[in-house]
């Protein structure tokens, strides 16, 4: 299962994870702008499902810091 959040000014990050066994998954992250010329670029991530909620979290936490009330977050499954 991949998931795509699509920003106001075009970026567009996709996460895809991939999990390696039981304690560890591979999470593929990649930010593309079509107004940009390129494949966009990517990274990987090791973590442990523990990491990857903690992850999360913390980036919950950021958007509450700025912006107090929940937004609803445009975000699509991707294939």
Sequence with gaps: MALTVQADDGDELSIQPFQL????ILVRL???NNA??????FDW??????QARELGRALVLAADMLEP?????DCTPCN
């Excluded at 066994?21 to 560890?24: A, I």
């Excluded at 940009?36 to 670029?41: A, E, M, S, T």
């Excluded at 991530?45 to 523990?50: A, G, W």
């Design 21 to 24: 066994c039981d304690e560890q």
């Design 30 to 32: 990649q930010l593309q």
């Design 36 to 41: 940009h010329v390129g494949g966009g670029d």
């Design 45 to 50: 991530v090791t973590l442990t499902p523990d």
């Design 69 to 73: 009330m929940p937004a609803t977050a």
